[in-house]
Structure formats: structure tokens, C-alpha cells
């Protein structure tokens, strides 16, 4: 259910920022979302659909979800970069 929390949170920002600007229509909202968090993209995306579309200014809403790789920087050697499964030795 934490997808459910954020998806929540989410949604009243959206919302709130839609009637600061007096917007007539929410038509999408995409999302950066980092590789190494442990939200769940589906269900993150099913529930913002649930709770924006109780909303006439968000009933058709569409969702973008994006996924932002992870960037490390070794304390070692000074590695900046993606994080690679095979590259264990910047860890």
C-alpha cells in the first residue's frame, strides 16, 4: 500500500497546483521516477488513476511514468556514472 501513500500525495499536489492556475483540465502528468526506489510503476500508476478520476478536472487523465537510472560516484576511485550489475567493485 505505499504505492497508494504516494500515488496520494501525488495527486493532491497535481490537484492543487491545477487550481492555482485555474486550470479547466489535468490532460497528463508525467513522472520521473528513480531506479532504485522500491515503488511498484503499475500499481503507482493504477492507484493515481483511481484518485484522480473521482475528480472532473482529472477524469482522463494520462499517466506517463518514467524510470531515471541510478548515478553513483565511487568514494575509491572517483567513479561517476551509471550503476552497472557487472561493476560490483564501486559498491
Not at 505505499?2 to 490532460?27: C, G
Request: aromatic content about 4%.
Amino acid at each position: 500500500m505505499h504505492e497508494f501513500s504516494v500515488a496520494s500525495q501525488i495527486a493532491d499536489r497535481v490537484l492543487q497546483v491545477a487550481v492555482e492556475k485555474k486550470a479547466k483540465e489535468i490532460k497528463s502528468i508525467e513522472l520521473d521516477i528513480g531506479q532504485l526506489n522500491l515503488l511498484a510503476e503499475e500499481q503507482l500508476k493504477f492507484w493515481l488513476t483511481e484518485i484522480l478520476k473521482e475528480k472532473e478536472i482529472a477524469k482522463t487523465t494520462k499517466i506517463k511514468i518514467n524510470r531515471v537510472k541510478a548515478v553513483i560516484k565511487c568514494r575509491k576511485c572517483g567513479y561517476e556514472g551509471n550503476l552497472k550489475s557487472d561493476e560490483q567493485n564501486h559498491l
